[in-house]
């Protein structure tokens, strides 16, 4: 298994050679960042365990920067885990972003960057869990990596098999609407991993602060495949 920094630098030698995971200009005024701290006022005011009320309070944020898609979170220090009792643990709370989600319509179709096998899928059926989820497994000069598409329909699993073929581009899932995506406002949670630790059909998308240096070491920043200009690579 590579090392973060080792899988990192891999990942920024291939800038070129990532297809896109949605068929969007990453680049173009119609994406923005999204902040989901408690910082976020507009959130604090927002009842988050009502999905159709938080879904219009993330509507409002876009609208208010005239876009149609966000983007954020890695390692973002969260509030709105608070919502759903699947991220408390009995001594700490997981609120540490692990990947990157973007928010953006349900049905969206969403595509493999590169060439890779199915690792494992399931639907997480929790209030505030991923719901259906696609772990995809890929090779790079010889090195695995694992991409982690969480919050998809339902119909994206079906025909999904492990160990199934994807082309670079192709077309894996489409992002779900909630309540079936885990009860989300829709947005998909994309996550790049070193390793799987022996999980199938999940990896923890949030963590606690005290596990921070552990996950750090497994989990790659997004963007070195995402390439969206309005987050740090």
Not at 148 to 155: A, I, P
């Amino acid at each position: 298994m590579k090392t973060t920094k080792e899988l990192s630098e891999l990942l920024r030698r291939h800038t070129a050679a990532f297809a896109p995971v949605i068929k969007a200009d990453m680049q173009s005024n119609a994406v923005c960042r999204l902040d989901f701290t408690a910082a976020n006022t507009l959130l604090q005011q927002t009842d988050l365990v009502d999905t159709a009320t938080f879904n219009e309070a993330v509507n409002q944020m876009l609208a208010e920067q005239n876009a149609t898609i966000g983007v954020g979170g890695y390692f973002e220090d969260r509030s709105i885990y608070r919502r759903s009792t699947h991220f408390d643990a009995a001594a700490e709370s997981r609120n540490l972003h692990l990947g990157i989600d973007i928010w953006m319509e349900a049905e969206t179709p969403i595509h493999t960057p590169l060439d890779a096998t199915v690792h494992s899928f399931q639907d997480n059926n929790n209030f505030g869990d991923y719901g259906p989820t696609i772990i995809l497994q890929h090779e790079l000069e010889g090195v695995t990596f694992y991409t982690l598409y969480g919050h998809l329909s339902r119909r994206s699993l079906e025909g999904m098999e492990v160990g199934k073929e994807f082309k670079k581009g192709d077309q894996i899932a489409w992002l779900g609407n909630y309540p079936e995506n885990g009860d989300w406002p829709p947005h998909l949670h994309f996550q790049v991993m070193t390793t799987m630790e022996g999980r199938t059909g999940d990896f923890p998308g949030v963590a606690a602060a005290s596990d921070r240096a552990h996950y750090e070491q497994i989990c790659i920043n997004p963007n070195l495949i995402l390439q969206c200009p309005l987050l740090p690579m």
